[in-house]
């Protein structure tokens, strides 16, 4: 596809399960990252990888959040034991070069922890 | 550490009337990048601009045009005779060199009634 496909848009699940988000980045784009966005907040920074690897993940929150991108195309999101703060739109970005280059945004993916 | 503060929540309009949406930043950077984005309710994030710090000159693209003001922090937009269309979320974002994440402001929401 030409944008960045997020799946799925929207995820309920009950507090304590486990849940898996996927990206999908622009075709060739090297960079990718995962930002958080809650209602009436700006995107708050997750993680990003460059290829295969994870080159900064100090924006997750806690260990029960985890992220892979193992052939340095789709990137999956994965969060252990839910909670009810877990609940927010989840957002994947891309980009050609680490440090040059637009970011070009998905949809997001919609989590609600009840 | 970065900062980003759009100190106005939400903003009404009515179509044709002239906006600004301000942004100030703060960084220990003397190379940085700002950017700005809008947020439609389809909730794709979709770039608009990216300055460097070292750029102030403003810049119009048809109804959009940004100020770039390094003496006061300041990095504002404005929309001039503003459409329905431009009803959306608009945020202000900073990037410091080598460092490639986005640190974003809490945005204002644009409401542009007929």
């Known amino acids: 596809g030409a944008g960045v496909s997020q799946t799925p848009s929207n995820k309920v699940t009950e507090k304590g399960k486990y849940v898996e988000l996927r990206c999908d980045p622009i075709?060739?784009?090297?960079?990718l990252y995962w930002y958080r966005q809650s209602l009436g907040q700006g995107p708050e920074f997750l993680i990003y990888?460059?290829?295969?690897?994870?080159?900064?993940d100090s924006g997750l929150p806690n260990d029960r959040f985890f992220a892979v991108r193992p052939e340095g195309s789709v990137s999956t999101l994965k969060i252990q034991r839910t909670e009810r703060g877990d609940s927010a739109v989840y957002l994947c970005?891309?980009?050609?070069?680490?440090?040059?280059?637009?970011?070009?945004f998905g949809e997001g993916s919609r989590l609600t922890v009840l | 550490a970065q900062k980003v503060t759009q100190a106005q929540t939400e903003i009404s309009v009515v179509e044709k009337e002239d906006v600004t949406l301000d942004c100030v930043y703060e960084t220990r950077d003397t190379t940085y990048y700002l950017f700005w984005y809008k947020q439609p309710p389809s909730g794709e994030l979709v770039f608009l601009i990216r300055?460097?710090?070292?750029?102030?000159q403003n810049e119009i693209s048809g109804r959009y045009s940004w100020n770039f003001q390094k003496s006061t922090s300041s990095f504002n937009f404005t929309i001039t005779a503003s459409q329905v269309v431009d009803s959306a979320v608009y945020f202000c974002?900073?990037?410091?060199?080598?460092?490639?994440?986005?640190?974003f402001g809490k945005g204002t929401m644009l409401l542009v009634s007929p």
């Open positions: 974002a900073l990037s410091e060199a080598g460092y490639s994440t986005l640190t």
């Open positions: 300055r460097n710090s070292f750029d102030e």
């Open positions: 970005a891309s980009k050609t070069d680490q440090n040059t280059g637009e970011l070009f």
């Open positions: 075709s060739g784009h090297t960079a």
């Open positions: 990888f460059q290829g295969t690897g994870a080159a900064d």
